[in-house]
């Protein structure tokens, strides 16, 4: 008897229906799905060896599932199925990372040894919980994510540090998830978001009485968080007196609540964030050496959005599907001269930036696709060339061609649209000659009807 679960995802009926009572009498555990949105969140909830999944779907296509499967390091072996056979679709499905292909309608027996193949080869490819939430293949998110797993199962502090908005909260919480604290709390206290006493308070717990408003006992969220974990957001904000009330905890593990005579023991693992540099805060008096040590018994060092510009197609297209999602609208496609504007700007705001940048567009944008005149006006006017927004060379490189021609395409389009569609305005606009600038519309797919009388 074959063991392994399968997800099958199409549209018709009687396909799902053939395809659950042949493999179930395999001895295979068979899910089902109809749409694209359905198919990520059951391979978000289970683990799925492999899927045999329909090309063509109402609300996208069976490429959209295994790239956003892949986004989140889900490990299922994709079998993509088809009725419109063609060669480009063929190699379509291949190149994105597709196990098998295989027309419809397909030979049974065929169908069972890949099957049978694919389960044999997918043990080694089951989804990493806590992480696939995490998007990028750039070395240093590689290095992250490979560590990960290994600090999981120590006990040790973590120190997490990196601008705003980079995910210092999403990889703590990977950290617990992970941990064989996993089933118990994971507490969040963001340091830099209240007054030092009420601080001390939520921290710590309070006795009835102890203060005006203190009408009963609250245990605090270090002892809400026992046998778990907790998350100290903006570490480098607290003052020096909860400072060194927080090293004691760390040191004692015990905890005394605001107007209590007994202390209690807590077993909490404590993982910290800053945006801050706590080396410079500690050489300038401002934050204690000794606690310092205390939190940087293990340090992961979040980059900016920045200097992951090989990251930012697969984070953005990630956005696009869940925003889609969220909003419940039909998914939509990112162009290149799309992508080519998300990769020159230079994102202050981290990814939480781009995820709100995304949102916005899906919400905002009509069609099914999101092109460099669909994103806001602050994100293409960057483009001038300062040098505060200067694109940095990734780390792991980038296919300069391809990211040349998304700019060409992006300022090309930006300058039609401005003029009406007129090409020789619109090279003027670029200092272009006009043949070049016709050469490059029309390779690009930039002709416009006004075009004829320019």
Sequence with gaps: MNEGRILVVDDEQSIREFLTILLEEEGYSIDTADTVHTALERLQAKAYPVVICDLKLPDGTGIDVLEEAQRRHIGSRFIIITAHTTPQHALESLRAGAAEYLSKPFDVEELKLIVQKQIATATDRVPRRGISEFIGESPAIREILDLVPRIAV????????????????????????????????????????????????????????????????????????????????????????????????????????????????????????????????????????????????????????????????????????QSCTRLGVPF????????????????PGNIRELENVIERTVALEPSDIITSGSLPESLRGQLGGSKAHRAALPEDGLDLEEYLTGLRRAFMEQALERTGGHQKQ???????????????????????EEDTNS
């Design 332 to 347: 939509k496609r990112l162009t290149a001269d799309a992508v080519g504007i998300l990769q020159a700007y230079h994102w």
């Design 154 to 321: 120590t006990p040790s502090t973590v120190l997490l540090t990196g601008e705003s908005g980079t995910g210092k909260e999403l990889l703590a919480r990977a950290i617990h998830s992970l941990s064989d604290r996993s089933e118990a709390p994971f507490v969040t206290v963001n340091c830099g978001a209240l007054p030092e006493g009420l601080l001390e308070s939520e921290l710590f717990g309070h006795v009835k009485g102890s203060f005006t408003g203190a009408v009963r006992d609250n245990p605090g969220l270090i002892a809400k968080a026992h046998g778990g974990s907790v998350f100290l957001d903006e570490i480098g904000e607290l003052s020096m007196p909860m400072q060194v009330k927080l090293l004691r905890v760390l040191a004692e593990h015990r905890v005394r609540p605001v107007g209590g005579t007994r202390e209690r023991d807590v077993d909490v693992r404590v993982l910290a964030a800053t945006n801050q540099d706590l080396e410079e805060a500690v050489a300038r008096g401002r934050f204690r050496e000794d606690l310092f040590y205390r939190l940087n018994v293990i340090h992961l060092h979040l980059p900016p959005l920045r200097e992951r510009q090989a990251d930012i197609p697969a984070l953005a297209r990630h956005f696009v599907i």
């Design 426 to 448: 619109a090279a003027n606009l670029l200092r272009m000659s006009y043949r070049s600038f016709r050469y490059y519309a029309g390779k690009l797919g930039l002709s416009r």
